[in-house]
Nanobody, 127 residues
């Protein structure tokens, strides 16, 4: 059974940093590209970032470029998202997600469809 468990969210002031983690199990984590997506209240889901299976290539949405860094540790089956210089508009629930078709909850973003399993982790940026 696939499991993706996100952690690391919280309340942070504008300009602050957070590091999100996603512990994966139930599938061959190191064989798949992985993504972070987010959902803010009253807004459509947004794709944030992706990383290829080997961790060699990373891709970012325009709002994440220069502020967020995605990484993975395939030995630990864990995906990360380092978020710096956070802004109020980054407030959202963040999910790690596989490509669609894994059987999880489907989320439709501005950059395609993905599957997630966990509850996500809430990031709140506020002074």
């Amino acid at each position: 059974e696939v499991q993706l468990v996100e952690s690391g969210g919280g309340l942070v002031q504008p300009g602050g940093s957070l590091r999100l983690s996603c512990a994966a199990s139930g599938f061959t984590f190191g064989s798949y590209d992985m993504n972070w997506v987010r959902q803010a209240p009253g807004k459509g889901a947004e794709w944030v970032s992706a990383i290829n299976s080997g961790g060699d290539w990373a891709y970012y949405s325009d709002f994440a470029k220069g502020r967020f860094t995605i990484s993975r540790d395939n030995a630990k089956n864990t995906l990360y998202l380092q978020m710096n210089n956070l802004k109020q508009e980054d407030t959202a629930v963040y999910y790690c997600a596989t490509p669609s078709g894994f059987g999880g909850t489907r989320i439709v973003t501005n950059n395609g469809e993905y599957d997630y399993w966990g509850q996500g982790t809430q990031v709140t940026v506020s002074s």
